[in-house]
């Protein structure tokens, strides 16, 4: 046997070794390695939390004021950290309770509920009262801003931006996501868009097995509403969502594309959160701009709120596209009191609509010379001059401010999942999931370094590198695993390391660039995969989809990315290539394989002060 014969049979067995290495969770020993850098009082009472093992004490752990820090970024960026670090970790490592935490956040929709059904009443009195001239100075500049931006309404316009999402509907599990289902069977519908619906299946001939003579005749099955459940979100609550009928989303997503592009027109770009973090940076720098978040804030936009604030073709397009009732985990059917909810295919958009036009009225309302405005969905940046008048309005619309997360003053500011002290990134990385197999050690000791690198700029401290040599050596035992350093960028399946460090070796040939070796996660074995092969219409109908897709610049890249994911698939039982209408079953077993990864020279990650 050749030598690289035995190479490879050593490391199939040693991958085999790895991927059955499973070890009780570890994420609160990673808490008191990192806990050791904190030499403040916030700091000690950390770590005696993290000694006593008492999670409620930790989870209820905030970092002081950060103008009580002064200058010295370095202590409020470790507990900062710190505070963070375990605040989404999953309920299993807890051991909370799944159905306490869906509990708490269906409590907080309902509280939500409450607040837009007030919301609803102040506005109909008080525009019954005043009517629309004597209103608010504010509402009126939000009105008008809104109708200059979007303009007139067009189902034509619309209609070439309708898609599928790829999660779950009303009629269809997750699992169940794909084109193939949406565009197969008898789809979900609401009765006020029963019509839009027809009209959209009839614009796509294929779309079901026996071709209507007339759109009227498609087939629906009209349902009440969409369905409400919970996802994950903190280690104290999960998130509460609403599960759309398939068509009604179908169209949504055609409106929130219009509404994405009308806002790109007034410096509001939804598919880059870049602008938002460097107005955030700017802000921690010299004061001069406010970070504000809101709480629930999708949950609390009231059907009032739109209903005077949006024209009323685009108000009646929305209307009836939207799930007036929803359907509770209990069977229990509720009329909503907000205009949509998180879930919908247009919300994300319209409630960065609603923000920008009260951000930009009040701003001008004021006559501040400082325009700059951020808004990411409810995350909020406008000259400080402006917070307390923005307050004030966000509130008489019914939306709550998170005291905690909003800064007008001091030297910190937080956007779009950046987080800034005298401009220095302090941005702190979570733990998720149990620090129980190979996959999830490499990640913390990864983003360990990541954060050292972006928090000291490039020059790691030497009691900071020797927290991460502790994180590494003993998460990470095997040291053929501790051999295998790769580029930032190419996942976390390898140690990301400086190129100095990994020391790649030269393409052979003359070609350019390096090779390095990484883990990979491997389909599970072929044996066990089930391929359903599927046929029909729909086939042709998806293909043909996607195919329309990528005439449109704004979904290129997520063809893309669906055609590579098709080709990815792997050979099939017959040995060739996979084929895009198969929908592959895959184990959740763990599996690893070492493979080859050519990268070109790489920035550093941080080097030790040693």
Known sequence: MSKQKRWKQMRRRQCHALAGRTLPDRSLWVAGQIG?????????????????????????????????????????????????????????????????????????????????????????????????????????????????????????????????????????????????????????????????????????????????????????????????????????????????PCMNMYIQKGIGKVIRSRLRRTGIELNDQGVNQMLAREGSQSGLLATIDLSSASDCISLGVVQHLLPPEWFDALYMTRSSHGVWPDGTVKRYQKFSTMGNGYTFELESLIFWALCSAVVDNLGLSDKRIGVYGDDLIVNVEAYESLTYTLTYYGFTQNTKKSYATGPFRESCGKHWFLGRDVSPFYIREGVVDVTRELLVVNNFRRWANRLYNGFIPPRVWDVYVTLRDSLIPENWVRDIKISDGFGDLGLVSSFEEALPQRLPGGQEGWSCETLQITPTPRKIIERRRVDGESVLTKGLFLLEKRNSEEDEHAVHRALLLNASLGPTKSGGEAYADEIPIHSRRLQLKTSKLHVGRWEDVGFPLI
Not at 93 to 104: K, N, R, Y
Not at 146 to 172: M, N, P, Y
Not at 188 to 215: F, G, H, M, V, Y
């Open 36 to 244: 050791r850098l904190s030499f403040t009082p916030f700091g000690q009472a950390y770590r005696e939390a993290i000694d006593k093992g008492d999670w409620a004490a930790i989870l209820a752990m905030k970092v002081p004021e950060a103008s009580s820090y002064g200058s010295n970024f370095e202590a409020f960026g470790t507990d900062y950290l710190l505070a963070e670090l375990l605040s989404k970790v999953a309920p299993g490592v807890t051991g909370a309770s799944p159905e306490f935490l869906s509990e708490v956040a269906l409590a907080k929709f309902s509280d939500s509920e409450d607040q837009c059904r007030e919301t609803n009443h102040r506005f109909a009195r008080d525009f019954s009262r005043l009517g629309v001239a004597e209103f608010d100075p504010i509402t009126r500049l939000a009105r008008r801003k809104i109708e200059r931006v979007l303009g007139r309404f067009s189902w034509d316009e619309v209609s070439k931006h309708f898609a599928h999402g790829s999660h779950a509907s009303t009629r269809l599990n997750r699992a169940h996501g794909d084109l193939y289902y949406k565009f197969g069977g008898i789809p979900d519908t609401t009765a006020l868009c029963e019509t839009l619906s027809k009209i959209a299946i009839a614009s796509i001939r294929p779309w079901q097995k026996a071709e209507p003579e007339n759109w009227s005749d498609c087939k629906v099955n009209l349902v009440v509403g969409n369905r409400i459940t919970t996802v994950p979100k903190t280690a104290k609550t999960d998130r509460t969502i609403a599960i759309e």
